[in-house]
């Protein structure tokens, strides 16, 4: 396919096959990817770590090249306001923005997101959104889910969470809606192994692949991150993919937005391996097959501009044991804790040490 003539503007909207079924190459280097040993991985050229690439050789500087940078003042003010006013531990540097060459749109920041903040993302995510019923989950349409009280209206208070509940207790056990087609869930097995995705906002619909106008509100202190660092994004949407050591995202393009944005995907946890592709099994010249490997870390953003918003990519696997110290624990070390949820969050304690969440922010219509 030419990314370049591949869709139609009507009345500023962008409009594609949300069917369309992937090329083969980027189905076999998915595949390839799965399947490569983590040894190999560490050595292997053609994945690219942007937070490494001070030392990379010149050729791999003319791939991925400066394409600006995010200013350490406008990092420092959307976290803190994220933060509730709360100002940064330590300083921030300006955080540079890398394109690929060969993929106009492509672009990634790497370690935008302070530790301190990917910690209180994780925590408004996992403990805030995930307990909030107006949020779609993977497993509400099989189970009956008996949800946590609402909050408290005290900001960066998290005392509505599935996490302050024991692992296997037998009030909090999911039901099956149809007792015959699957098994009662009790809350390790929700959170460990069942659940896969969260919606936030306007409700992406996995089975019609669009979006119904809802009134679902978007988080409006993630809404301030997100456009704090690009100001060019009025996140409407966000998509929360939930990773384990095993799990990985297939092949897609994220087409069934109604307008032309850019779309910001941030990564907390482990390591993943993220691919991109354009072209055509059988192109030549400008339509000859082509992929990208990088490798996502904790705190990275992936940013999709231009033709590379509409482009086949997936995440390829996840990276067990490289989620970073300061966030391996949680939900031990979640902001504001009291003494007794802090005793509760012990019973989960490393949660996030076999765990990746990337979260998509998008603007759905125009």
Not at 173 to 202: A, C, H, M, S
Not at 274 to 288: L, S, V
């Amino acid at each position: 396919m030419d990314l370049s003539t591949e869709y139609t503007e009507r009345k500023g909207s962008v409009h594609h096959d949300t069917h369309a079924t992937p090329p083969n190459f980027i189905q076999k280097e998915h595949w390839r990817y799965q399947s490569m040993r983590k040894a190999d991985l560490e050595s292997n050229p053609d994945v690219f770590d942007l937070s490494k690439h001070d030392r990379f050789t010149p050729e791999q500087k003319d791939i991925w090249r400066p394409a600006g940078a995010i200013p350490a003042s406008r990092i420092e003010a959307a976290c803190q306001a994220y933060a509730g006013g709360r100002p940064l531990s330590a300083p921030v540097v300006d955080a540079p923005i890398f394109e690929h060459r060969d993929f106009p749109g492509l672009q990634v920041v790497s370690g935008l997101l302070p530790p301190e903040t990917q910690v209180l993302f994780t925590s408004c995510l996992m403990h805030r959104d995930l307990a909030d019923p107006s949020h779609k989950i993977n497993l509400q349409a099989d189970f009956d889910i008996r949800y946590p009280p609402k909050p408290t209206s005290e900001p960066l208070r998290f005392d509505n969470t599935f996490f302050l509940r024991d692992r296997s207790a037998a009030e909090d056990v999911l039901v099956p809606k149809i007792p015959d087609k699957q098994k009662p869930l009790n809350n390790e097995q929700f959170l460990y192994t069942k659940l896969r995705w969260l919606t936030l906002g306007e409700q992406y619909d996995w089975p019609t692949r669009s979006y119904a106008k809802h009134a679902t509100p978007f988080p409006s202190d993630l809404s301030t991150l997100v456009t704090g660092l690009f100001p060019h994004i009025r996140p409407e949407s966000g998509v929360v993919l939930m990773y384990g050591a095993k799990d990985f995202m297939p092949v897609h393009r994220d087409v069934s937005e109604q307008c032309q944005r850019a779309l910001a995907s941030f990564s907390v946890g482990c390591d993943g391996i993220f691919i991109m592709a354009k072209g055509e099994d059988d192109g030549e010249g400008e339509n000859a097959p082509r992929t990208v490997a990088i490798r996502v870390r904790s705190g990275d953003c992936v940013h999709l501009t231009g033709n590379a918003r509409w482009a086949w990519h997936a995440m390829a696997r996840t990276i067990p044991s490289t989620c970073p110290p300061f966030l391996a624990n949680w939900p031990v070390g979640t902001p504001g804790a009291s003494a007794v949820e802090e005793k509760a969050f012990k019973k989960w304690r490393g949660y996030m040490g076999t765990k990746r969440i990337n979260v998509s922010c998008r603007q759905v219509w125009d």
